[in-house]
């Protein structure tokens, strides 16, 4: 072998060994790994804006799944979403789930809020109290030009 191709070679194995190491990065961050574990809860929201499949889901600012899926309802024209909770996480089942942002410039998420009960949701139940997505546009809208009840 000449030094050249001992040298591409090396350079070649360093690539490659990166590329792996940020594959298991990227399928770990996003919960690629996980993808098997926990239970399925369903949620109905008003309006779903900034929120997909592989949206996080968050209680208390941890992530704690992430949805899985979104149809939309076509007898009550309602955002229908089903997310995964990680194993051994159990929600009161008088929680409430929320469309939050990470700020002005950040994404949306789903923010379960858990209430007091001493009950739990199982998997395949329903989130009845949900608050959906507020646009800031029209938020900002309605602050400049008014909403004409003062």
Not at 6 to 14: D, F, H, P, Q, S
Request: charged share 15%; hydrophobic share 40%.
């Amino acid at each position: 072998m000449s030094n050249h191709t001992k040298t591409e070679v090396i350079v070649g194995g360093a690539v490659l060994a990166c590329a792996i190491a940020f594959g298991v990065y990227a399928s770990q961050s996003t919960g690629l790994s996980q993808s098997g574990a926990g239970y399925e809860l369903g949620a109905s929201f008003r309006s779903l804006e900034g929120v997909g499949v592989g949206t996080d889901v968050r209680l208390a600012g941890v992530k704690i799944g992430t949805v899985t899926g979104v149809t939309l309802n076509s007898d009550t024209y309602r955002a229908d979403t089903r997310f995964s909770v990680a194993d051994g996480i159990l929600i009161p089942d008088d929680s409430a789930a929320v469309i939050s942002s990470e700020g002005l410039l950040g994404g949306n998420f789903v923010e379960v809020m858990p209430g007091g009960s001493p009950f739990y949701f199982e998997a395949g139940d329903e989130i009845t109290d949900t608050q959906g997505a507020v646009s800031l546009i029209s938020l900002l809208v309605k602050f400049v030009a008014g909403d004409g009840s003062e």
